[in-house]
Nanobody
Framework: QVQLVESGGGLAQPGGSLKLSCAASGFAFSTYAMYWYRQAPGKERELIAS????????RYANSVMGRFTISRVNAKNTAYLQMNNLQPEDTAVYYCNAVVDGVNYWGPGTQVTVSS
């Protein structure tokens, strides 16, 4: 069965960095796009970064462009989100997502808190 598990969240100071990981299993990871979403308290879940299987093309939400980098290592079935210059408004639960054969799969999420 498809499983996604995020890790790497925690507390960061403004201007700091964190790197999230998403370990995937149960599907042909290298052939599917991977996505990172986040959900802040009281807000809707938003798509912030995508990486496609075709030449690892990436896309970002305006809110994170230039600060966050999505990547993948197919040999490890893992996707990453490098987050730099974190700001308090980046505080949220971060989720890894994949759409496999038309079904949406989510990890349990990892909390990122940015505070001094």
């Amino acid at each position: 069965q498809v499983q996604l598990v995020e890790s790497g969240g925690g507390l960061a100071q403004p201007g700091g960095s964190l790197k999230l990981s998403c370990a995937a299993s149960g599907f042909a990871f290298s052939t599917y796009a991977m996505y990172w979403y986040r959900q802040a308290p009281g807000k809707e879940r938003e798509l912030i970064a995508s990486i496609f299987s075709d030449h690892d093309v990436t896309r970002y939400a305006n809110s994170v462009m230039g600060r966050f980098t999505i990547s993948r290592v197919n040999a490890k079935n893992t996707a990453y989100l490098q987050m730099n210059n974190l700001q308090p408004e980046d505080t949220a639960v971060y989720y890894c997502n994949a759409v496999v054969d038309g079904v949406n799969y989510w990890g349990p999420g990892t909390q990122v808190t940015v505070s001094s």
